[in-house]
């Protein structure tokens, strides 16, 4: 299986303040990696997908980078609604396998 | 408009049998290259990838649940369904479809949640 490992744990920020997550492959996935949003009692809602595709809907704010095995996710100015757990996810091959979470709140 | 809803018992004993329904609309499981796949996710925690169904009909199931795991879909193509047999604790979760064709997961179902417990 490819592990996925993915950090920050937790991140606290200001409004306006540009964050960003990480993840990383065991092995190379061939940007097949996608970030996924969920805030607290609903399902996750996929963000980016091909590791750099913004998703139909999406804020640009929201940006995907990354290649081989390293990719990050960046919010630039953080807005009270970002407040969400966000997971990374490859789906480069079976089985899929996602990011232990990232769980973004407002300094 | 794609939807997709899961239904199952919410509760259960421990060594039972869990039977899930995922009821979508707005696409065909039967158009190529679209896919269903269920995943879980205990309270607190990451998501776990169980198993996935495609529209010829072939089955994916994560190797470390496979013994266990069983996904069909009905011959309309519009339910989807997973086993889980001798479930225990570790099985209480929300249990979630979600639709895909060549890439990600790009639409999730609300979620149901199962509680085994005795």
């Known amino acids: 299986d490819i592990q996925m490992t993915q950090s920050p744990a937790s991140l606290s920020a200001s409004l306006g303040e540009t964050v960003t997550i990480e993840c990383r492959a065991s092995e190379d996935i061939y940007n097949g990696l996608a970030w996924y949003q969920q805030k607290p009692g609903k399902s996750p809602q996929l963000l980016i997908y091909n590791a750099n595709s913004l998703h139909t809907g999406v804020p640009s704010r929201f940006s995907g980078s990354g290649s081989g095995t390293q990719y990050s996710l960046k919010i630039n100015s953080l807005q009270s609604e970002d407040v969400a757990s966000y997971f990374c996810q490859q789906y480069y091959d079976y089985p899929f396998t996602f990011g232990s979470g990232t769980k973004l709140e407002i300094k | 408009q794609v939807t997709l809803k899961e239904s199952g018992p919410g509760m259960l004993q421990p060594s039972k049998t869990l039977s899930l329904t995922c009821s979508f609309s707005?696409?065909?499981?039967?158009?190529?290259?679209?896919?269903v796949s269920w995943i879980r996710q205990p309270s607190g925690k990451s998501l776990e990838w169980l198993a996935a169904?495609?529209?010829?009909?072939?089955?994916y199931y994560n190797p470390s649940l496979k013994s266990r795991l069983t996904v069909s879909k009905d011959t309309s193509n519009t339910q989807v369904f997973l086993k889980i047999t001798s479930v225990d604790i570790a099985d209480t979760a929300t249990y979630y479809c979600?639709?895909?064709?060549?890439?990600?997961?790009?639409?999730w179902g609300q979620g149901v949640m199962v509680t085994v417990s005795s």
């Open positions: 169904i495609d529209w010829d009909g072939d089955k």
């Open positions: 979600a639709r895909r064709s060549t890439g990600p997961f790009d639409y």
């Open positions: 707005g696409f065909s499981l039967s158009t190529s290259g679209m896919v």
